[in-house]
């Protein structure tokens, strides 16, 4: 028998130091390891397969809505015992006797890296996407321990919440009901989750009930060759690739259009990045905007994700 021992000062570092002990791993393969140190911690764990996804249901577990009824900790409690880790997030666990069994044995052998569930450690995963979402919750949220990731950053808070995509462009909350990618212990100070990260789950872009008015339209400006002097791309290039921008932001009817309009502004300015300018990216900006709010996005909102989307690229092309 070995003490667990985790280099760093993970989410759970006390746990981690209260001298619970392991069976020997040495032989194990690197991401059991890793998933035994943190179900020591208190952590719930689960493999990932390649493409950092879970691993499938097996056959009795497959079927939507699952044949066998679901776990009793899913949002539809069921009965199913599965001894393998299926049913992603709701599979984590912390019991080293599970993780080792047989039935999880093959899977520890094709897993790529290691997943945890923020809600069962008392955890929220703020999960930043890129360096514009960065910027936002440096200058909006308190500071606390940050992971970094990739493309961003992951900021952790003690506390859990219900979780949530695309709360605002680039940004995710990863707690409850929800798994997110082991990247290592990360640096600084855990915080306690504020309300500025329990506010965001109060959506700004849903439509709007039959007879309600979220906003009026603004004012649209639309993108033509005499505000785009600079373009090297042909009229009916620029207006075709918008076209479709504007048909995906006016399809987002139910929540998501805010998020899709800065996604859209994003690509589209991205297009313009080789021209010598100006592209009349504020014209198309005006655009997108006005099919965002069309379908239910506050204009302040709806303005303030096309413009993070644009600045993303925007330079000379402007």
């Known amino acids: 028998m070995t003490q667990a021992r985790v280099s760093g000062e993970g989410p759970l570092a006390p746990a981690i130091r209260t001298g619970r002990v392991l069976p020997d791993t040495n032989a194990a393969p690197k991401a059991l390891r890793v998933a035994l140190a943190l179900a020591a911690a208190g952590v719930p764990v689960l493999p990932l397969r390649a493409g950092k996804v879970p691993f499938g249901n097996c056959r009795t577990c497959t079927g939507t809505p699952p044949r066998c009824g679901g776990r009793p900790n899913m949002k539809t409690p069921g009965p199913c015992r ?32 290691v997943a945890y569930h923020p809600g069962g450690a008392g955890l929220t995963v703020v999960d930043l996407d890129d360096e514009v979402a960065v910027a936002w919750a440096r200058e909006t949220l308190p500071a606390t321990r940050v ?4 493309r961003g950053e992951h900021w952790l808070y003690r506390g859990a919440m219900p979780s949530a995509n695309a709360v605002r462009p ?7 009901m929800q798994y997110a990618r082991w990247l ?3 640096t600084g100070r855990m915080a306690v ?3 500025a990260v329990r506010a965001l789950l109060v959506k700004e872009d849903t439509t709007p009930a039959p007879g ?3 906003s009026s339209l603004p004012a649209r400006a639309t993108w033509s060759r005499q505000v785009a002097t600079g373009c090297r791309h042909t009229e009916s290039y620029v207006r ?3 076209e479709r921008g ?6 987002r009817t139910e929540s998501g259009a805010g998020s899709q309009a800065f996604g859209v502004a994003r690509f589209l300015a991205a297009q313009h990045t080789a021209c010598p300018g100006p592209c009349g990216l504020d014209a198309i900006g005006e655009e997108i905007t006005a099919a965002a709010v069309s379908v239910g996005v506050p204009e302040p909102y709806a303005r303030r994700a096309v413009t993070n989307g644009l600045q993303t690229t925007k330079g000379r092309a402007a």
């Open 240 to 242: 075709t690739g918008l």
């Open 184 to 186: 290592g212990p990360g």
């Open 246 to 251: 504007l048909a995906l932001v006016r399809a």
């Open 147 to 150: 992971v970094q990731t990739t």
């Open 82 to 113: 599965c001894p393998a880790p299926c049913h992603a997030w709701a599979a984590a666990t912390t019991d080293p006797h599970v993780l080792t069994s047989p039935p999880w044995a093959p899977v520890w052998r094709e897993a790529v890296t």
């Open 193 to 195: 989750l504020p309300a």
């Open 170 to 176: 680039g940004v995710d909350v990863k707690s409850l």
């Open 212 to 214: 309600e008015v979220a």
